[in-house]
């Protein structure tokens, strides 16, 4: 990871691929960009439990998804992995509680102008 995360950015990613349905999500997603009726399709589920997932991993930075119109006009939601690596250690969870010390500290500063 090039950026150190917060201990809630660490957590939003850990809970968001703690799941098995968000796993095979990253899995097919790991092949390129997919619409999401074509995942739906491919995972066996239907959309609106597929779109709640998806949120979950966009909100956590894993994914992104964007609008397209179609040739004929209609909105099409894509969905693509955003490069990412976890590797959890002792250090990466010392870091994460570090940066959360640091964003305090800097907002006592801010407050304190």
Known sequence: MDKTLTSDELVAMLTAI?????????????GGRVHVSELARRL????PLLYMH?????KAGLVSGQLELSDDGKAMKYFELVPFEVQVTAETVVRALAEDDGKDALHMEESDQ
Do not use: T
């Open 18 to 30: 703690a799941h098995p349905l968000r796993l095979q999500i990253i899995a097919e997603l790991a």
């Open 54 to 58: 998806l949120d979950r991993l966009e």
């Open 44 to 47: 066996g589920m239907s959309r």
